[in-house]
Structures are given as C-alpha cells and as structure tokens.
C-alpha cells in the first residue's frame, strides 16, 4: 500500500474529529454569547415543561406551581434562576 494515499485519506479524517461536534477546534472556550444562548434555551425549556405539566398554561409569576407542584424556577438546570 502506497503511504503518502493512506496519509492523504486518514488527514482529513483527523481534521474534521479535530473539530468536534460543535463545528470549532477541539479545546476552544464557548464565547458570551454562547452561554447567553445557552441559557435562554434552557429558560425557553423551563417555560415549555412547565406548561406541559400545567395543561398548557404558562406561569405568571416565578412563584406560580404548575399542576404537578414544580415552579418554573424548579424546572431550571440546577434550580437557580
């Protein structure tokens, strides 16, 4: 088998592993705005549970309980808002 072709073949599939699921060098930091995101689709996520659990109703107040008894704040990563 010619070296140089397996080399040629096997490069780019260590280039695109490099770079990971997320598109970016493996390694590289998430910017601001990508936990600004991040964490405004885990809220968008907490209001959508939490209207799942409560016939659809979405809450008014961060306190209001859903009817399975968790507030939207209870529904957050971590529960903290």
Known sequence: MNKPWL????????????????????GVQPTPDDRVIANAHAVQKAFEDFAAENNGGYPRRVGDKSVAGNTFVDLLPGGVL
């Open 7 to 26: 080399l040629h073949m096997l490069l780019p599939l260590l280039v695109i592993w490099g770079y990971g699921c997320d598109g970016g060098p493996a």
